[in-house]
């Protein structure tokens, strides 16, 4: 297993964390697979998929020899949630809020956690726990300004913005300071139809307009 500090080198070359959601284990391995086909090799596997420790803990065997692919887990609500990830063999912790016993859980057992936060207060506490990135949820809603904005006060916050992130914005939210971007709606919908090919389309756009963004820098 990777550790923290390479983890956090490595999102912040990649950029993109791909959001997998679905109604069952097989929909959700052939997301991955499309996915991670794709180029995107941070895969968020959320606790809205039925028995998601289990799928979790599948994928985390299948990959174990590739050490490209990071296994994480999403929407983790609460600390009985997040140490089932973690136990599973979830690399990485996601949740849409702050939650100080999750933080503490995930810096205890040394996996980078990302908690949400949309207020200069939610964000402080977040960093005086020891998150790793603040995810920016939802971040439609937010918009790409308040990233700027909150680096004001707290220039050392990474954001990761996450809902309605896409290829048609993700060099807008690059170009306004995120550390990386969160995708799984327009990743994704696809799969919603079988249609995996076009989930490794979506992929390959995404990590090429992050490498064309990283070229104009």
């Not at 702050?98 to 200069?120: H, Q, S």
């Not at 960093?127 to 939802?138: D, N, R, S, W």
């Not at 680096?151 to 914005?169: C, E, H, I, R």
């Amino acid at each position: 297993m990777m550790n923290k500090i390479e983890m956090m080198n490595k999102l912040d070359r990649e950029k993109v964390v791909a959001v997998i959601r679905g109604d069952n284990e097989e929909q959700v391995l052939k997301t991955v697979e499309a996915v991670n086909k794709g180029g995107i090799n941070f895969l968020e596997i959320t606790f809205t998929i039925p028995n998601a420790q289990n799928v979790i803990a599948n994928l985390a065997k299948k990959y174990k020899d590739n050490d490209d692919v990071i296994i994480g887990a999403g929407t983790c609500m609460d600390i009985v949630t997040t140490r089932l990830a973690i136990l599973s063999g979830a690399e990485f912790i996601v949740c849409p809020h702050f939650d100080k016993e999750i933080i503490k859980l995930c810096n205890l057992y040394g996996i980078p956690v990302f908690p949400g936060a949309t207020t200069v207060k939610d964000i402080k506490d977040c960093l005086t726990y020891g998150a790793q990135v603040i995810k920016l949820f939802p971040g439609d809603i937010m918009g790409p300004k308040a990233i700027k904005a909150f680096k004001g006060p707290l220039p050392q916050a990474d954001f990761m913005p996450t809902g309605g992130v896409s290829a048609s914005n993700v060099k807008e939210w690059l170009g306004a300071g995120a550390i990386a971007v969160g995708t799984g709606g327009s990743l994704t919908k696809g799969a919603a139809t079988g249609d995996f090919d076009e989930v490794t389309k979506e992929a390959q756009k995404l990590v090429d307009l992050v490498r064309e963004f990283q070229s104009e820098k």
